[in-house]
């Protein structure tokens, strides 16, 4: 019997969930010798986060800082053995992590977890819970190791 994950796929957006999610991802990769793909995705702001003021910086400086995220974590993945390439692209988190996974043919898609209010879990989807219902391959939903409170 072969490796049970040989590629591993991981979405990120920048926020501190999604990178616990890419940590855990990087860890689990150097463990088992798999390779990673780090999507980064930029998603289009939802009505609720230009409500709350997080849609109102430049696009371009946000995908500048995604970007030099994502570097900083794919040199964290090399420096573990982790062969390890990175991309962004724009859209729907859940339909880009879900194109890619099909198009590499991963064995795991490895995703955070934010709590949200019910309100706010009502008006915008889980990527999470999403993928879990829609993916072909195994799907991982990492939580945060703290408790955080309601978004």
Known sequence: MGRVFERILTGCNGTPESDHAV???IALAASVGAKMTLLGVVAPPSAESLAEGYALADPAKVKQRLNEQMTRM???AKAQGVE???EMVDGDPEKQ???RAVAENVDLIV???RNV???RHWL???TGEALLNRAKTSVLVVHS???KGMV
């Open 97 to 99: 992590i879900e194109k």
């Open 84 to 86: 390890i390439a990175i």
């Open 111 to 113: 995703v955070g977890h």
């Open 145 to 147: 190791p703290e408790k």
């Open 124 to 126: 915008e989807h889980s």
């Open 23 to 25: 940590e855990v991802a």
């Open 117 to 119: 209010s019910r309100l």
């Open 74 to 76: 794919a040199e964290a």
